[in-house]
C-alpha cells in the first residue's frame, strides 16, 4: 500500500532557528511530491518537486527532493511566528491521485 | 482572482441528523475534490469530479454520504445520517484539470455531538 510518512510530528522551535522537515514516501508510481503548509483549516501550496525539478525556493524556504532515498525535506531559515502551522507532504501517483502525510506541526516561540 | 468558496465555516450536529455542505471552485477549474480531515491527519480524498463527472469516489462510504456537481461549477456534499466519527473538516479544492496544483477552501468544521 501507498504510504508517505513524515516526522517530527510536530516541532517547537525559538525565532529565528532553522529548521528541517523531512518526508518520505513508498508510492508504487511516483508523479511529483508536494508541500503544503496549513494554518487553521486550508492547506496552501507551497512547492511542487518533480525528477525534472529537484529542487524549489522561496523567500526562506526551500525543499530538495532526493529520488533515490524516496525523500525529501523543507527547510525554513530565520523562522518567524507566522512560520508556525501545519506542514503537509503528498505524492501524486501516476494517476494523479495524492496520497497525504499527516503533518508535521511546527509551532515558533517568539 | 476569488478562491474556493465554501459554506457554512462550522456546523454542530447531533448524530443521525443530515447536513450539507457547499463548495464554490475557482473560475474556470474544471477539477473538483472533496476531501476529510480528521484531527492529527492528512486529508482524506472523498470524491473527486471532473466538471460534472466522478472521477474517483473509491472513499467516498456511499451508504451514507453522497455529493453532485450537476453544472460543473458548485458541488455539494451531504451526510445523511451522520455518525459520530464523522466529526472532522470537510475541505474542498479545485485545479484547472486533474494533475494540476489543487486549492484549498477555508474549509467546514463538522461536529456530531
Known amino acids: 500500500e501507498d504510504k508517505v510518512v513524515q516526522s517530527p510530528l510536530s516541532l517547537v522551535v525559538h525565532e529565528g532557528d532553522t529548521v528541517t522537515l523531512n518526508c518520505s514516501y513508498e508510492?508504487?508510481?511516483?508523479?511529483?511530491l508536494l508541500w503544503y503548509k496549513q494554518e487553521k483549516k486550508a492547506p496552501t501550496f507551497l512547492f511542487m518537486l518533480t525528477s525534472s525539478g529537484i529542487e524549489k525556493k522561496s523567500g526562506r524556504l526551500s525543499s530538495i527532493l532526493d529520488k533515490k532515498e524516496l525523500s525529501s525535506i523543507l527547510n525554513i531559515t530565520a523562522t518567524q511566528t507566522g512560520d508556525s502551522a501545519i506542514y503537509l507532504c503528498?505524492?501524486?501517483?501516476?494517476?494523479?491521485?495524492?496520497?497525504w502525510g499527516a503533518g508535521t506541526k511546527l509551532i515558533i516561540k517568539p | 482572482e476569488a478562491g474556493v468558496a465554501q459554506s457554512p465555516r462550522y456546523k454542530i450536529i447531533e448524530k443521525r441528523q443530515s447536513v450539507a455542505f457547499w463548495c464554490n471552485p475557482i473560475s474556470g477549474h474544471a477539477t473538483l475534490y472533496w476531501y476529510q480531515q480528521i484531527l492529527g491527519q492528512g486529508p482524506k480524498l472523498l470524491i473527486q469530479?471532473?466538471?460534472?463527472?466522478?472521477?474517483?469516489d473509491s472513499q467516498l462510504p456511499k451508504d451514507r454520504f453522497s455529493a453532485e456537481r450537476l453544472k460543473g461549477v458548485d458541488s455539494t456534499l451531504k451526510i445523511q445520517p451522520a455518525k459520530l466519527e464523522d466529526s472532522a473538516v470537510y475541505l474542498c479544492?479545485?485545479?484547472?484539470?486533474?494533475?494540476?496544483?489543487?486549492?484549498f477552501g477555508p474549509g467546514t468544521r463538522l461536529l456530531v455531538l
Open positions: 479544492a479545485s485545479s484547472l484539470t486533474v494533475g494540476e496544483t489543487q486549492y
Open positions: 469530479f471532473q466538471n460534472n463527472g466522478v472521477v474517483d
Open positions: 508510492v508504487t508510481n511516483f508523479r511529483s
Open positions: 503528498a505524492v501524486m501517483d501516476s494517476n494523479y491521485q495524492l496520497i
